[in-house]
């Protein structure tokens, strides 16, 4: 065991062609496989895992096997829903996206000096990205109640704290020679920043609000399980009552209304670079 040992973390010897010899260093791939196993083992252990939670796993594609194929005559009730998601992404995602360029103006550091509210706004994206979308959709109903408002909300919450954060990083990166220039011959801070720094950042800021539009399409079918409306509620309604050729046709138009809308803004988006 030991000469495997000192085999495998011993340093190899090579021979140049000078004749010097040089000690390369093992990989440190099998020590990093051995650890990995161990802390698997470990963990294991912890949680009580138990290997049995695999034997219905069968199931899996005995659902797969009753979506297909799907309920075509279940479209035409789907298409309402699926356009109440839609709307509450595009709403929700414009909305974050609009309001996230002012707050990320007041927390980029090198726009704003002012220390405090820099930390604050910071802070404040910060709290925001640790709020899960689901709860912010929870808490949303109990204010307003159920329905498409209440995703709009979360998804309007989630869009200001993904936006933000990565603009007032793009803010911050900037060269600000151009800025301080214009700001020395007189020009106001908006002004400076409007013709110095949002050229540099807006083709960034609007490939970034698109990507976060589609990707509010797939979370908002989600939403509905906890009443925010959309596709999510007749999707869940559905799964309850395990009527799978009908989930079946809702995945479907689903994952068409997401390739349209992922084929469109990365038309955009390609354009943009």
């Known amino acids: 065991m030991k000469s495997i040992l000192k085999k495998l973390?011993?340093?190899e010897k090579i021979i140049l062609s000078n004749g010097k010899i040089v000690l390369r260093p093992r990989s440190k791939t099998p020590l990093i496989t051995v650890l990995v196993i161990v802390f698997i083992y470990i963990s294991a252990c912890v949680t009580d895992f138990k290997?049995?939670?695999?034997?219905?796993?069968?199931?899996?594609?005995?659902?797969l096997k009753g979506m297909f194929p799907p309920d075509f005559s279940y479209a035409s009730e789907v298409l309402t829903p699926?356009?109440?998601?839609?709307k509450m992404s595009f709403m929700g995602s414009f909305l974050g996206a609009v309001v996230a360029i002012p707050v990320s103006i007041l927390a980029s550091s090198n726009i704003t000096k002012n220390k405090f509210i820099n930390g604050f706004f910071k802070l404040f994206l910060s709290i925001l990205r640790t709020i899960p979308s689901l709860v912010c959709a929870l808490i949303a109903t109990y204010i307003w109640g159920l329905g498409t408002f209440a995703g709009t909300v979360a998804i309007f919450i989630f869009s200001l704290s993904y936006v933000g954060k990565l603009l007032y990083e793009s803010i911050e990166t900037v060269d600000m020679g151009a800025f301080e220039c214009m700001e020395s011959m007189g020009f106001t801070k908006f002004y400076a920043f409007r013709y110095a720094i949002l050229p540099v950042i807006l083709p960034s800021y609007i490939s970034t609000s698109l990507f976060n539009f589609e990707g509010n399409v797939r979370y908002a079918a989600i939403l509905g399980y906890v009443g925010a409306g959309g596709i999510g509620l007749i999707l869940n309604e559905k799964l309850g009552w395990r009527d799978y050729s009908k989930v079946g046709m809702i995945v479907l138009l689903l994952l068409v209304t997401v390739f349209i809308i992922e084929t469109i803004t990365e038309h955009f988006r390609t354009r943009l670079e």
């Open 82 to 86: 699926l356009f109440d998601t839609i």
């Open 9 to 11: 973390f011993s340093k």
């Open 51 to 63: 290997f049995e939670v695999f034997k219905n796993f069968n199931n899996f594609f005995n659902i």
